[in-house]
């Protein structure tokens, strides 16, 4: 194989591992945002908001009917 080749392809395997690194962050990255959506949905559960929407949908439901 030319030396030229072999370089070739050596430098694209080093950028397809530095891009794997990255994407390895990103999805930590991403993690960190879903788990603190899920947090932000349960206290919003807990203090019953979820509950109230549901109530207001239910009285604009037999108010048209």
Do not use: I, N, W, Y
């Not at 899920?38 to 908001?49: I, N, P």
């Not at 509950?51 to 239910?58: L, R």
């Amino acid at each position: 194989m030319p030396p030229e080749l072999l370089a070739h392809f050596k430098k694209k395997q080093e950028e397809k591992e530095g891009s794997s690194e990255d994407k390895k962050m990103g999805d930590k990255e991403r993690r960190k945002e879903a788990v603190k959506k899920a947090r932000v949905r349960l206290e919003e559960q807990k203090r019953g908001r979820k509950h109230d929407k549901e109530e207001k949908a239910g009285k604009k439901g037999t108010e048209e009917a």
